[in-house]
Each structure stands twice: as structure tokens, then as C-alpha cells.
């Protein structure tokens, strides 16, 4: 067995590119702070074979959710029976299995040997626009730290709201209350995230922006070079970005979402800018091919739909004149190389995040009726002040990287 101890991270994981440029951002700074130690994933999601993990330069550990309920000793396996029946039924009536689980023994092990969990969940603890069976789910990474003891700490994310109905009235409330005065720091990326959890648990409780934002990394630190590839299929040398995101049709009817995206492509070509509709999750391949089959016929609007990494999406971003995003990650790439962006979300945490950029005017709320006008009118004013704003952002963006939470965890050694 490997005698170093185990630092283990939860959420990120593969499915969207958000949660896979966390996953990279932690495991690069992670490995700084804890040279010595072996920092792995605990991949609940995307369930990657043997071929896929060896391009990483970090462990990467398929882990089900049926075992971190059983781990736990939870009654949260009721709200997974359905999902768990299934899964046993492909494995021994039907002997297909299409992941490769690690054993409740082989995660024993390591969480015997581990020493701090880190939580990338991002978003998810949480009775706005979530299951009750997440936010549980979530929750039990943190009974399971308390189980073998171990560290716990919450890296920048939304938690939040706690308004749940029904049964969730009394009972998740009452669990989220007692789990999440258990980690050392919790730190949230909202006001209104601070708020709730500071009623609470106000001494563990931090504001900080997303690790995406404030922390960079190389490719060479996360995966081999041999594996490391380079996006070059921009046609394009001056564009605008479209980054759709299916959750939208969660909060409003799905022609009216493409109706929206039609629009705002349509007076970008107005204003002679050529648009790339750009894929930031697996869950928006449909969505994507849509959109694109929408404008088929020209060859001033293309799509890239490809299973990029972050970091080549990030460089495309870097180079677009402007974006407009429903994607959360896609407005952190964006603000993050400067780059202005108008998004059109489903959470607050899209209206705080450009709040502290100064360009709320620019934020629009798929669960309120959007006025197409302004819309689109900002679409023309984001395009005439781009530059000004793009040198806004970069100011903001160098004071934030300063005060990231890794650089003050790696000058202080406190964790």
C-alpha cells in the first residue's frame, strides 16, 4: 500500500467542464500544498475506464454512490433503491457493466489512510433547482469524514437555499444543520451563501470566489504530456461565443429557451460578427447540434461540440470578442481572460458573481420573464464597450488572484 497519506477530493469530477476545471484547479494546488501526500479523486459521475485515468497525473477512484450510503449507514439508500436495483441488474442478471466500481473494502483503505477531504461539489447542497436525494447524497461525503475522522473542508461554492418542502421541511434541514457545522472551513462564493450558512454556523464560514477564477494551472501539471492536446478547429479570427446550457429548459419551456439563443445569434449577425456555438458540458450535446442546425445554411456560424479539455475551452474563450453564457464556468473562463460576458442563467450565484464585477446590467434570470429588447440591446452595447470593459475586468481579475484562497493556504500552511 502507499504509505503516504491520502488527500481526497470530492465533487468536480468529468461531466461538465466546470466541475473538470475545479477538479484540475484543486488537484494542481492540492499537490503544491501537499507534496509529500497522494491527492486522488473520488469520481461519483462520470465513471472513466482504466485508459481514460492513466492520462492523469492524479489517482482518479470510481466510486458508487450506493457504496457511500452503505459506507455511511444511510437512509439515504431509500432514495436510491431504483437506481441501485438497476445497477444490479445489469451487473449479475445482465452482466453488463459499463464502470468499474472500487470496492466498499478498496475505499475503506483509502479512507484509512486518508487525511483531509476536500469539497468541490460547486453547487448542490441546496433546495433551490435541486433534488432532495443531491443534497443528501452531498452531505454524505461530510458524514463519512466523520465517520474515519478526517478533515473536511468546502471549497468556494453556492450553498443554499434551505427552504425545503414536505418532508425536507424538518428532516433535511435538520441534517444539513448538523453536517455542515462539522467542517473546518466552509467557504461560499455568494453573500446570500454566507448568510445562510452563517445562520448556522458562523465560525467556520469564509467568503471566497471560485477556485477556477482566482487559481491557475498547467496541462503538464495534471495530465502527461504525451496525452496533453491542442483544440484547432476555431475557423474563425474574430467571433463571439454562444455557451447554451439545457438547464435552462429546467425553468422555462425548451422552444422558448432556443427562441432566446436564435435571437441573440441572429443580431449578432446583424452586427457582422461571425458566432461559434461552443459545447462546456457533456449534458448540452443536443442542445448544441439544435442550435446549430438552426443556422446550417451559414458559414458565419459554427459549432464546436467536441469533448474538449477546460483548458482548450478556456482558450477559445480567451480569444472571442465577447460571450454570452448560461453556463456558470463559462462566465468564470470568460472574466477570468477579460473577456466581457453577458449570461443568461438559472441560480443567483450568476447575478453575484457579475455583481462583483461591476456588470449586473448584463445578468438576466431565466426564472423571471427576460425582456428580449434589452437583451438584445445589451448585445449591441457589450459589443461597443468591449474594450473598455474587457480592461475593467482585468484589474478585478489580478485583485481576486491575489487574495486566492490557495495562495493564502500555501503562504499560512494551515491546513
Known amino acids: 500500500m502507499n504509505t503516504k497519506k491520502n488527500i481526497i477530493i470530492v465533487g468536480g469530477g468529468f461531466v461538465n467542464k466546470g466541475g473538470e476545471a475545479m477538479t484540475y484547479v484543486a488537484a494542481s494546488q492540492l499537490k503544491l500544498l501537499y507534496p509529500c501526500h497522494n491527492v486522488m479523486l473520488f469520481d461519483y459521475y462520470s465513471g472513466l475506464d482504466t485508459h481514460q485515468k492513466a492520462i492523469y497525473k492524479f489517482e482518479i477512484v470510481n466510486i458508487s454512490k450506493m457504496t457511500l450510503f452503505r459506507l455511511t449507514k444511510s437512509i439515504g439508500v431509500v432514495l436510491y433503491l431504483k437506481p441501485y436495483i438497476k445497477d444490479v441488474i445489469k451487473r449479475y442478471i445482465l452482466k453488463r457493466v459499463s464502470t468499474q466500481y472500487s470496492s466498499g473494502e478498496e475505499i475503506k483503505n483509502i479512507l484509512n489512510n486518508a487525511d483531509v477531504i476536500y469539497d468541490i461539489s460547486g453547487y448542490g447542497i441546496s433546495s433551490h433547482n435541486q433534488t432532495t436525494s443531491v443534497t443528501l447524497f452531498l452531505l454524505m461525503n461530510i458524514k463519512l469524514a466523520r465517520l474515519y475522522k478526517l478533515k473536511y473542508i468546502i471549497l468556494p461554492q453556492t450553498i443554499g437555499p434551505f427552504e425545503y418542502k414536505g418532508i425536507g421541511r424538518w428532516l433535511l434541514y435538520n441534517i444539513v444543520r448538523k453536517m455542515i457545522k462539522y467542517p473546518e472551513i466552509v467557504f461560499v462564493r455568494e453573500e446570500s451563501s454566507y448568510s445562510e450558512v452563517s445562520k448556522i454556523t458562523p465560525e467556520n464560514v469564509k467568503y471566497a470566489q471560485d477556485i477556477v477564477l482566482t487559481s491557475d494551472y498547467l496541462p ?150 427576460i425582456d428580449l429588447t434589452d437583451l438584445l440591446n445589451r448585445v449591441s452595447e457589450i459589443h461597443t464597450e468591449s474594450v473598455k470593459i474587457s480592461q475593467m475586468l482585468k484589474a478585478k481579475v489580478k485583485t481576486l488572484k491575489n487574495n486566492s484562497i490557495f495562495k493564502i493556504l500555501l503562504s499560512q500552511k494551515k491546513i
Open 220 to 369: 503538464s501539471d495534471i495530465i502527461h504530456e504525451d496525452k496533453i492536446s491542442t483544440f484547432v478547429g476555431v475557423i474563425f479570427k474574430k467571433y463571439v461565443c454562444i455557451i447554451p446550457n439545457i438547464r435552462l429548459t429546467d425553468s422555462s419551456a425548451n422552444d422558448d429557451v432556443l427562441y432566446i439563443y436564435k435571437k441573440i445569434i441572429e443580431r449578432l449577425l446583424d452586427l457582422n460578427i461571425r458566432v461559434i456555438i461552443l459545447r462546456h458540458s457533456n449534458d448540452d450535446i443536443d442542445l448544441v447540434t439544435t442550435l446549430e442546425k438552426l443556422f446550417i445554411k451559414n458559414n458565419c456560424v459554427a459549432s464546436i461540440n467536441e469533448n474538449l479539455y477546460p483548458f482548450e475551452l478556456e482558450n477559445i474563450i480567451s480569444r472571442s470578442d465577447f460571450v454570452i453564457t448560461s453556463r456558470y464556468h463559462g462566465l468564470i473562463h470568460s472574466y477570468k481572460h477579460s473577456v466581457p460576458a453577458i449570461a443568461i442563467g438559472w441560480a443567483n450565484k450568476y447575478n453575484e458573481l457579475m455583481k462583483e464585477f461591476n456588470q449586473s446590467k448584463f445578468c438576466y434570470d431565466i426564472n423571471y420573464q
